[in-house]
Every structure is written in C-alpha cells, then in structure tokens.
C-alpha cells in the first residue's frame, strides 16, 4: 500500500539547466497537486491536476514552469532554465477523485531541490 | 496575500502540558479545515480535520476548536509528548472549485522532557 512517491528527493542544477520532479500518485488516486514550500514558510498551492488534464494552474509561475499528467506514468513538474529563487522543497499530494467529501490530500516526502 | 493566518511562528511546551496554535481566515467560502503534522525531511501528514458545522472535534490528544462568527480555529494538543516535537500547519479548503488547500505560515513545536 505505497503513499505518494517522489522522486528524486533531491536534486541539484546549476542556473540555467532544466529539473524534472516525479511523482507517482497513490493506488486509486486520479487528482494530483503539486506545492512548493520555501524555508520557514507554509506550502504554495502551484497546479492541480487530473489524468491528461490541468484543471487549476493559478499558482504556478506563467514562465519556465510547467505540469503534466499523462495517462500513463507520473506527474511531471518540469522547470526550465532554473534560477537559485527556485530552490525550494516541491511536494506533490494525491486524493481520490474530487467531490467525495472534500478528500484528504496525501503528501509525498518531496524532492529537495537546489540551484547551484 | 495570507489566506490562512497561523501563530505562534514556535512554541516550547513542557512534557505533559498542553500545545495551543491557532488559526485565522477570511474567506467565508472556505468550509474544511485541516491540519498537519510535518516532520523533518517528510512531507506533511493529516492529523485532524473539521467542518464548520461543528464547534470542536476530538482525536486521541488531538482537539480542534471553531469559531465560525470569528473565523478562527485552533488545535489543542494535551499531555503533550516530546514525540509531537513538529512543525503544525492548519490549512483551508472550499467544497466548490479545485480541491486546493490553503496552507498557514507553520507553528514548530518543541515539547521538551
């Protein structure tokens, strides 16, 4: 019964190279939410997810940032041309299709990530 | 802007007193209220939610109190346990929309033997 996976738990770039964060969601688990949370602070809401569709990007950077979740294997986070203001800790959580009860989001452990 | 206002930023409790963190929002469309526990090097975990249309609930030692009129909460923890040393997050939700979680800035909680 694995939670939510993510990998890498970390990951280091220098300025201007490309990082990809996975993230594999819970067993029955169709919705997924990707948060950033930056030292001493709360988590961000960054974009929301469903099979093969973004259904709420409103915290999500316009430029270098972007999110996908194919129909089969992991969300990706991808971030292009990365600056050290992106280092930060990036957790994806999980839940049961939407509308049942408000479902508890499941987090990941997050992929430490680090610009050089 | 803060959707969620959370304090205290720390809090130092002895063995066996009670953990006090309150929570405060402004959104009245919000209707779950959260909260998580977050250890280091892991991501957070629920410990406990409520709606608002019960005043308090109760988990083990774990107790959240509402307020709707006032638009706070808070999460009581008794007998607390040098085991709770954590970092707290209250969050908030609406039922309508995306399922995003508004989070608090996070209280980091020492109990000390």
């Known amino acids: 019964n694995a939670g939510v996976m993510q990998n890498p738990r970390h990951l280091v770039r220098r300025r201007g190279q490309e990082a990809r964060l996975r993230c594999s969601p819970m067993k029955g688990h169709s919705h997924v939410y990707w948060y950033r949370q930056l030292p001493e602070e709360g988590l961000k809401f960054m974009v929301y997810l469903q099979k093969e569709n973004i259904i709420d990007e409103s915290g999500m950077p316009k430029e270098r940032f972007s999110a996908e979740f194919p129909k089969e294997g992991p969300s990706i986070l991808r971030i292009q041309q990365v600056v050290r203001g992106d280092s930060a800790a990036y957790f994806c959580a999980s839940s049961p299709q939407y509308g049942q009860d408000n479902s508890p989001l499941h987090f990941g452990n997050g992929t430490r990530l680090t610009v050089t | 802007q803060q959707q969620v206002k959370q304090s205290p930023q720390s809090l130092i409790v002895q063995k066996g007193g009670i953990s006090i963190i309150n929570c405060a929002y402004e959104n009245t469309a919000f209707d779950y209220f959260p909260w998580y526990q977050q250890f280091p090097g892991k991501g957070p975990a629920l410990l406990i939610a409520?709606?608002?249309?019960?005043s308090e609930k109760k988990e083990g030692r774990f107790t959240i109190s509402f307020n709707k009129s006032a638009k706070q909460f808070s999460l009581h923890i008794m007998d607390s346990q040098p085991g709770d040393s954590a970092t707290y997050f209250c969050a908030a939700s609406a039922q309508t929309g995306a399922n995003n979680l508004f989070f608090g800035t996070g209280t980091r909680l020492t109990v000390i033997p």
């Open positions: 409520i709606r608002p249309d019960v």
